[in-house]
């Protein structure tokens, strides 16, 4: 059962972790301008992940945002700032930190998550499988959604900080991820399942799918930032399938948008969609954006110069 | 049996040696050119359809500054650990065919990661472009930068 809070305004603000946001934030503003950064291969997907791992020895740092406003509730802001590392040419690790504000409410820190994704296969298929295995330490009032799983409801979103940010939730989420590329077009299907490991709940399921190709399939011989070779749209669809008690589409949130990605030639590269709730249990329209910097072969700064 | 601490220390030594011995291996096999005998003989026989023409070049070089220069040298000619793209293996030796099948598959057992999310056009450019350098020694006389070291 979802419980319905009335968006009451909270006067605890959470002070110190509004500072940890603060830090981590302009922590990715000096990166942006320090860095020298190149675009990364991935598809723009916020939800969905394709075969497109991280280049090894590379580090991408990235923020993603989504917005929305529940019914019943007050507007948040979640967001997730993303450390990612290409450890082998065919492994992955991210590390998140997680944190949300929401308007007439508060602002903090809600967790964090540790992912890593393998690519079994050596060479490319028409089908390629990453498994995907994450641990996440967040408690209820994470509003990121990079995922929907089991019965997630827009009421859960309604919750003020002060009740949602005492229940802490220890899960292991697992992923199947197929991807495919072909004459430029990528498609990617996510099989998502979760498990908490601190409380016994079920097993919860989800899935996400993306299609998306960049608008040239040729690379101009001049410098542009606004050629379209820079730009890659598509769609992204993605939901609950509840969990092992019920299996299916009804009493979960389900979510269908366009989403377009900006790589700014030498910098960071952007993304945006607005995502629209596709039933009563959605919100009715997150807006997700996402702003990262790969930094190349970052194991170079730390080596001795001859 | 209980073993002393010297024969540990022993055990230690031999270990890291061994772990020494193969990381070497492991970094000639870098550039030992075995991905071309996996090389379907499909893709070998491929030709490509943007050889030659300066805008593909052009077009190429951009997209090999974004996404292979960093490992590969701003000249190709390679890094610490990192073959040269200008070696006679893969400018003469492979076809391009080979090359585009490379950036395709990858290595991935050997670091070079699969770049078959670039669109088939673009990575035709790219091939374009490496081969528009040509092998090291018409131009600098070094094959690598261990050649070039010695």
Known sequence: MHLRFSPAPSSARIAPAHAVVRVLLAASALLFVLVTSAAAQEPPYFVTYSSALEEPGNLEVSFKGTTGTPKNGNTFTGGALEFEYGVKAWWTTEFYLDGQSTRNDSTLLTGFRWENRFRPLMREHWINPVIYVEYENLNQASRSILEVTGHQSQSDYAIPNQFARVEIEREMELKLILSSNFKGWNLSENFITEKEINESEPWEFGYAIGVSRPLSLLASKRNCTFCRENFSAGAEAYGGLGDTNGFGWKQTSQYLGPTVQFNIPKGPTLFFSPQFGLNANSVPVLYRFSVSYEVQQIGNWFKRKR | ?150
């Not at chain 2, 499909?42 to 190429?60: E, L, M, W």
């Not at chain 2, 960093?70 to 090359?99: F, M, N, W, Y």
């Not at chain 2, 050997?110 to 040509?134: C, H, N, Q």
């Open chain 2, 1 to 150: 049996m209980m073993t002393t601490k010297v024969e540990r220390k022993d055990n230690a030594k031999q270990l890291r040696a061994a772990v020494l011995a193969c990381a070497l291996v492991g970094c000639m096999a870098l550039a030992d050119g075995s991905w071309l005998k996996k090389v379907p003989a499909d893709y070998h026989s491929r030709t490509n359809p943007y050889a030659g023409q300066a805008d593909a070049i052009a077009g190429g070089g951009k997209l090999f500054a974004d996404h292979c220069a960093k490992c590969h040298g701003a000249d190709a000619l390679g890094t610490e650990k990192k073959p040269s793209l200008r070696s006679e293996r893969v400018q003469k030796e492979a076809t391009e065919g080979d090359i585009f099948w490379l950036l395709k598959n990858g290595n991935l057992a050997k670091g070079m990661p699969t770049w078959s999310s670039i669109p088939e056009p673009s990575r035709w450019e790219i091939v374009a472009y490496v081969r528009s350098l040509g092998p090291a020694d018409a131009t600098t006389g070094a094959n690598s930068v261990e050649e070039k070291k010695r």
